[in-house]
């Protein structure tokens, strides 16, 4: 009776350090066929000090040389890694930021206009940031940014050795790329401060250890609190947005105070690529980061299983609020109070004695415009023009609207692209010609912007 062939369904496969031994012993085999690397060992096994090393190599077990040549060369890198830190330390790679420095730190933000029902009609800036204070953000944020980012936030002083050892065996070893990074919160945030520079082979190792640096100056200058909401008020959600703030009135159209739970999980969930979990852009890849996120708050107990679920099962609801010259209220009221706004701030200086900047230095610009009437009438605009541009229309069928061929004559040598053509040293005659050829351009109409040729 012929035997049964074994069953190696259930047959427990290689161990993760295993697998982990194999990836190596592969990727050396790879390199080491490659025609420079194979002809930079046979020069290397024709070497005097390199056949007295593999003598002597044979004369050792296995243990013996994985303690000597493992404890040297541990040893040689301890003594490099601190040597490297105090070059850094001393400035060899660029200045730290003293702890002064550290304690002025400044955002740059946006000057908001109101109304004088305190509604707000519009920014100036150059980075579309409002801060907010640790009180103005919503607890689910606070809950959703440490459970995801950074776990032992307050626990550690800066620096999480704890996580660093679990990016070494898990992320590099065992290629688990849901293990996470090493970078607490506090060395992110002295990322976002201080952008990194560039220092050719080291930049990752030199940059890596400032941040710890910056990290360790800032933990003893700032309260746990205050550094996320340092953290809060940085942090970039694309689009030019900066900051929890600007993030929940754009994405939700409410304040960062009233954010929900799930929607909190959405805009934490954007940290890990601004653009990439985009909610708008890319909304199915938003939902499966939002839901990671909460996984992680339930993992580390701050909320529970019900309602972890619940959050789950809400749909991503976005309510998204343009901003920009164009958009919102009395546009064009705006970009006149701009112009104002540039002369009066010239006969006045800051406390410091340097002077007001429109769009980095978050002035507050009350009007006297009511914002209720001038969405009214705004509405009004949108409402009827169309009628009167159909009217219009009506009684001018076939004579031109400009009545004089030098209205257009001098709307043509307004625009930017005269005025470049001119530059550029071309002939009136030429650029009449390339005016006179149509184009593919958006113009406005009430119904919407179209293209027109």
Same mark, same amino acid.
């Given at each position: 009776m012929e035997g049964k062939a074994p069953d190696h369904r259930n047959t427990p496969g290689p161990g993760r350090w295993q697998q982990a031994k194999t990836r190596i012993t592969q990727g050396l085999q790879r390199v080491s066929r490659q025609p420079v690397i194979a002809s930079a060992l046979a020069w290397l096994q024709r070497r005097a000090w390199y056949i007295r090393f593999t003598n002597w190599a044979a004369t050792q077990s296995r243990w013996q040389l994985l303690y000597k040549l493992g404890g040297g060369a541990f040893v040689t890198g301890f003594v490099f890694l601190v040597f490297f830190s105090f070059m850094i330390y001393k400035g060899v790679f660029g200045a730290l930021p003293t702890y002064g420095e550290l304690s002025r730190i400044r955002n740059n933000q946006a000057s908001e206009v109101y109304a004088d029902d305190e509604v707000l009609l519009g920014k100036y800036y150059v980075e579309?940031?409002?801060?907010?204070?640790?009180?103005?953000?919503?607890?689910?944020?606070?809950?959703?940014?440490?459970?995801?980012?950074?776990?032992?936030f307050f626990e550690h002083s800066g620096i999480d050795l704890r996580a660093w050892v679990r990016v070494l065996v898990k992320t590099i070893l065992l290629s688990d790329d849901s293990a996470g990074g090493g970078s607490t919160l506090s060395q992110q945030l002295a990322k976002n401060l201080y952008p990194r520079g560039d220092y050719w082979f080291f930049s990752m190792l030199v940059?890596?250890?400032?941040?710890? $640096?910056v990290a360790r100056r800032? +933990?003893?200058?700032?309260?746990?609190? +205050?550094?996320?909401?340092l953290y809060l008020n940085t942090v970039s959600f694309s689009e030019n947005i900066f900051g929890i703030k600007v993030a929940a009135?754009? $994405?939700?159209?409410?304040?960062?105070?009233?954010?929900?739970?799930? +929607?909190?999980?959405?805009?934490v969930g954007m940290l890990k690529g601004p653009t990439l979990y985009n909610p708008v852009k890319h909304p199915d890849r938003s939902l499966q980061r939002r839901n990671t996120v909460l996984n992680?708050?339930?993992?580390?107990?701050?909320i529970a299983a019900d309602v972890c +679920?619940?959050?789950?099962?809400?749909?991503?609801?976005?309510?998204? $609020?343009?901003?920009?010259?164009n958009q919102g209220l009395a546009t064009y009221f705006r970009e006149h109070l701009r112009q104002e706004l540039e002369e009066v701030l010239k006969d006045y200086e800051k406390p410091d004695g340097s002077p007001y900047n429109l769009y980095t230095d978050g002035l507050k610009i009350y009007t006297t415009i009511n914002g209720r009437m001038q969405r009214y009438a705004e509405q009004a605009v949108r409402e009827y023009m169309p009628e009167l541009q159909r009217r219009f229309l009506e009684n001018w069928p076939?004579?031109?609207?400009?009545?004089k061929e030098a209205v257009v004559e001098w709307a043509m040598k307004q625009s930017d692209r005269y005025k470049s053509l001119k530059e550029q040293g071309v002939s009136y005659a030429k650029i009449e010609q390339i005016f006179s050829k149509p184009i593919?351009?958006?113009? $406005?109409?009430?119904?919407?912007?179209?293209?027109k040729t």
């Open positions: 579309n940031r409002v801060n907010a204070s640790f009180g103005e953000i919503s607890p689910n944020v606070i809950a959703a940014l440490v459970a995801t980012e950074d776990a032992r940059n890596k250890i400032k941040e710890m $640096f800032l +933990e003893r200058i700032y309260t746990k609190e +205050e550094l996320l909401n009135q754009r $994405f939700f159209d409410k304040s960062s105070k009233d954010l929900a739970l799930h +929607e909190a999980a959405v805009l992680q708050m339930e993992k580390y107990g701050y +679920e619940a959050a789950k099962a809400e749909p991503l609801e976005i309510k998204y $609020f343009k901003e920009g010259n076939k004579n031109k609207p400009w009545e593919r351009m958006k113009l $406005f109409s009430w119904q919407g912007r179209s293209k």
